[in-house]
Structure formats: structure tokens, C-alpha cells
């Protein structure tokens, strides 16, 4: 009977006790809309990507260096390198050279970082209205909805219902939509090329 729990028991602890810590150093993201990561994070510029390099040593990451576009929010500098981390495990994000992207970071110690968290994204032309539509709706909170029943607490929120399995709705609010604040106070959905009512 010691013999088969030495066999059989014993490694079996031990494989799940990796499967445990190898989990625990998996990369986790909050389910959050796009509007909402952009609107939490520091720095959101349209690049392009020149080339891939080892980090400089300041950073135990990857580093790409970058042709910056424009600047949609944060500071008004030019960035030439971004930082992300070395493997997906810890959140870091593979891009594509030659590929621009709508990028979302934040400053660490005066250097762009981004992660996956942060889901840069290769641009596209229709990324114009939208961002500009996020911009309008960084005072409006995003409340997701996975299973109903479920509500808003104020008129400063948007129901997020994407998730739900029996959505009624056609429109993909993370891929079209922008909850933006109307000028009675309350915000509202409203697809890319809609323009906000006013009240």
C-alpha cells in the first residue's frame, strides 16, 4: 500500500501543486470595454512599428522602437520606444513591424509600457471617430452585464451587454459603440458615426 501511494499519490501532489503555481504567474486582464482602457490609461497614441529589441536593462522587457503618429491622449511628447513585458504569461504583447497600432499604455519611470491589459490594436481608419467619441465619454462609467437581471445605478452609466449569451441587441458595443456624456449630465450609447443629441 506504501508503495502505490509513493507511485502513484505523491506525484500526483506534486503535479498539482505546479499546476497551482504556474497559474498563479498567468496573465489576468479584468473584462473591461475598450472605452474604459482607454480612458484609464496614461498615454494613447497611433504608432508604427520599426523594430523589435531586447530591453536596455533598465527594464527586464522587450522594447520596440516605434514611429510615432500622433498623440490622442496624454503627454504631448514624442515617443520613439515603447516596453512590454518578455512572455504572455506576464502580460507582454507581441506586435507586428511595419504595423501601426492604436496603442494604450502608461508612463513608468518616464517610459512607455504597454500590456495586454491595455490590447494595442493595428489601426484602422474608423479608429478616428471612435477615439474621439471616447474622449467625449471618459466621465461616463461602463457597467458590464453578463447575466440578467441587471442595471445601472445612475444616469452617468452605460450597460455594457455584449457578454450576455441571449443579447437581443445586433450592434457590438466594444467593437462600434461609445458611451458618451450628453449635455443634460446622463450618458448614452451611440454607434461611431452617430453624433450625441442634445438635450
Not at 169 to 181: L, P, T
Amino acid at each position: 500500500m506504501m508503495s502505490w501511494m509513493k507511485c502513484c499519490v505523491f506525484p500526483l501532489v506534486l503535479l498539482c501543486m505546479w499546476q497551482l503555481q504556474e497559474g498563479a504567474h498567468a496573465c489576468s486582464c479584468l473584462l473591461t470595454h475598450p472605452q474604459t482602457q482607454f480612458c484609464q490609461s496614461g498615454v494613447v497614441i497611433r504608432a508604427k512599428v520599426v523594430a523589435k529589441k531586447a530591453g536596455d536593462g533598465k527594464f527586464n522587457n522587450v522594447k520596440y522602437d516605434i514611429k510615432h503618429i500622433t498623440t490622442i491622449k496624454g503627454p504631448k511628447i514624442p515617443f520613439y520606444t515603447l516596453y512590454t513585458a518578455s512572455n504572455p504569461a506576464a502580460c507582454g504583447v507581441t506586435l507586428t513591424e511595419g504595423v501601426e497600432y492604436l496603442i494604450k499604455g502608461q508612463m513608468i519611470d518616464g517610459s512607455l509600457h504597454v500590456s495586454s491589459c491595455n490590447y494595442p490594436v493595428p489601426w484602422k481608419s474608423s479608429h478616428k471617430i471612435l477615439v474621439e467619441r471616447y474622449l467625449m465619454g471618459c466621465d461616463c462609467k461602463i457597467t458590464g452585464c453578463d447575466s440578467v437581471p441587471c442595471g445601472i445605478s445612475g444616469p452617468t452609466e452605460c450597460l455594457w451587454t455584449d457578454q450576455l449569451t441571449d443579447n437581443s441587441v445586433k450592434v457590438e458595443q466594444d467593437k462600434q459603440c461609445a458611451c458618451i456624456k450628453r449635455s443634460d449630465g446622463s450618458c448614452a450609447w451611440y454607434q461611431e458615426a452617430a453624433s450625441p443629441k442634445k438635450y
